[in-house]
Nanobody, 126 residues
Framework: QVQLVESGGGLVQAGDSLRLSCAAS????????VGWFRQAPGKEREFVAA????????YYADSLKGRFTISRGGAGKTVYLQLNSLEPEDTAIYYC???????????????????WGQGTQVTVSS
Protein backbone atom coordinates (compact mmCIF):
# COMPACT_ATOMS: atom_id res chain seq x y z
CA GLN A 1 0.00 0.00 0.00
CA VAL A 2 1.05 3.59 -0.45
CA GLN A 3 2.08 5.91 2.38
CA LEU A 4 1.60 9.65 2.03
CA VAL A 5 3.56 12.57 3.47
CA GLU A 6 2.48 16.17 2.96
CA SER A 7 4.76 19.19 3.15
CA GLY A 8 4.87 22.84 2.16
CA GLY A 9 2.40 24.39 4.58
CA GLY A 10 3.16 27.50 6.57
CA LEU A 11 2.10 30.95 7.71
CA VAL A 12 1.49 33.42 4.89
CA GLN A 13 -0.33 36.70 4.33
CA ALA A 14 -3.53 37.15 2.36
CA GLY A 15 -2.79 37.23 -1.35
CA ASP A 16 0.29 35.04 -1.08
CA SER A 17 0.84 31.64 -2.69
CA LEU A 18 1.98 28.25 -1.43
CA ARG A 19 2.75 24.95 -3.08
CA LEU A 20 1.91 21.85 -1.11
CA SER A 21 3.53 18.52 -1.90
CA CYS A 22 2.29 15.00 -1.32
CA ALA A 23 5.03 12.42 -1.51
CA ALA A 24 4.36 8.71 -1.97
CA SER A 25 6.39 5.97 -0.36
CA UNK A 26 5.99 2.22 -0.40
CA UNK A 27 4.51 2.46 -3.86
CA UNK A 28 4.27 5.10 -6.55
CA UNK A 29 1.08 6.96 -7.37
CA UNK A 30 0.74 5.14 -10.69
CA UNK A 31 -2.74 3.63 -10.76
CA UNK A 32 -3.99 5.76 -7.87
CA UNK A 33 -6.45 8.60 -7.71
CA VAL A 34 -4.97 11.33 -5.51
CA GLY A 35 -6.92 14.04 -3.78
CA TRP A 36 -6.50 16.98 -1.46
CA PHE A 37 -8.90 17.77 1.35
CA ARG A 38 -8.82 20.42 4.04
CA GLN A 39 -10.26 20.81 7.50
CA ALA A 40 -10.62 24.12 9.30
CA PRO A 41 -11.12 24.32 13.08
CA GLY A 42 -14.65 23.35 14.03
CA LYS A 43 -15.56 22.38 10.49
CA GLU A 44 -15.90 19.14 8.58
CA ARG A 45 -13.22 17.94 6.21
CA GLU A 46 -13.97 19.19 2.71
CA PHE A 47 -12.87 18.20 -0.78
CA VAL A 48 -10.39 20.51 -2.52
CA ALA A 49 -9.08 18.80 -5.67
CA ALA A 50 -8.31 15.39 -7.15
CA UNK A 51 -6.68 13.80 -10.17
CA UNK A 52 -6.06 10.30 -11.48
CA UNK A 53 -2.30 9.97 -11.56
CA UNK A 54 -2.29 8.05 -14.86
CA UNK A 55 -3.94 10.98 -16.63
CA UNK A 56 -7.25 12.63 -17.26
CA UNK A 57 -9.23 15.51 -15.92
CA UNK A 58 -8.48 17.24 -12.65
CA TYR A 59 -11.47 18.01 -10.44
CA TYR A 60 -11.93 20.90 -8.04
CA ALA A 61 -14.39 22.09 -5.47
CA ASP A 62 -16.50 24.69 -7.26
CA SER A 63 -15.67 27.40 -4.72
CA LEU A 64 -11.92 26.94 -5.21
CA LYS A 65 -11.69 26.55 -8.95
CA GLY A 66 -9.34 29.10 -10.47
CA ARG A 67 -7.22 29.69 -7.37
CA PHE A 68 -5.98 26.17 -6.65
CA THR A 69 -4.26 23.80 -9.09
CA ILE A 70 -3.46 20.12 -8.63
CA SER A 71 -0.64 18.64 -10.68
CA ARG A 72 1.45 15.49 -11.00
CA GLY A 73 5.17 15.38 -10.46
CA GLY A 74 7.52 13.15 -12.38
CA ALA A 75 8.42 9.56 -11.61
CA GLY A 76 5.08 8.83 -9.96
CA LYS A 77 6.22 9.99 -6.56
CA THR A 78 4.64 13.40 -6.00
CA VAL A 79 1.39 15.28 -6.40
CA TYR A 80 1.27 19.03 -5.85
CA LEU A 81 -1.40 21.52 -4.87
CA GLN A 82 -0.67 25.11 -5.87
CA LEU A 83 -2.55 27.61 -3.74
CA ASN A 84 -2.81 31.15 -5.15
CA SER A 85 -4.46 34.34 -3.90
CA LEU A 86 -4.79 32.85 -0.44
CA GLU A 87 -7.48 34.18 1.87
CA PRO A 88 -7.83 33.88 5.66
CA GLU A 89 -10.74 31.51 5.00
CA ASP A 90 -8.25 29.08 3.44
CA THR A 91 -6.67 28.50 6.86
CA ALA A 92 -6.90 24.77 7.54
CA ILE A 93 -5.00 21.53 7.77
CA TYR A 94 -4.55 20.22 4.23
CA TYR A 95 -4.56 16.47 3.76
CA CYS A 96 -3.45 14.32 0.86
CA UNK A 97 -5.43 11.15 0.15
CA UNK A 98 -5.22 8.29 -2.33
CA UNK A 99 -7.27 5.37 -3.59
CA UNK A 100 -6.55 2.54 -6.00
CA UNK A 101 -8.83 3.76 -8.77
CA UNK A 102 -9.56 6.78 -10.89
CA UNK A 103 -11.44 9.82 -9.65
CA UNK A 104 -14.37 11.59 -11.26
CA UNK A 105 -16.44 14.59 -10.34
CA UNK A 106 -16.12 17.43 -7.87
CA UNK A 107 -18.23 15.89 -5.11
CA UNK A 108 -15.66 13.43 -3.79
CA UNK A 109 -15.88 12.56 -0.12
CA UNK A 110 -13.36 11.54 2.49
CA UNK A 111 -14.86 8.05 2.47
CA UNK A 112 -13.96 7.68 -1.22
CA UNK A 113 -10.26 7.48 -0.29
CA UNK A 114 -8.39 4.74 1.55
CA UNK A 115 -4.98 6.22 2.35
CA TRP A 116 -4.23 9.49 4.13
CA GLY A 117 -1.27 11.59 5.11
CA GLN A 118 -0.86 13.34 8.43
CA GLY A 119 -1.69 16.79 7.04
CA THR A 120 0.13 20.09 6.72
CA GLN A 121 -1.05 23.32 8.34
CA VAL A 122 -1.77 26.36 6.19
CA THR A 123 -2.41 29.61 8.05
CA VAL A 124 -3.33 32.79 6.18
CA SER A 125 -3.22 36.08 8.06
CA SER A 126 -5.23 39.12 7.01
Amino acid sequence: QVQLVESGGGLVQAGDSLRLSCAASGRTFIGYGVGWFRQAPGKEREFVAAVYYNGGTAYYADSLKGRFTISRGGAGKTVYLQLNSLEPEDTAIYYCAARWAGVTGSRLRSSDFDYWGQGTQVTVSS
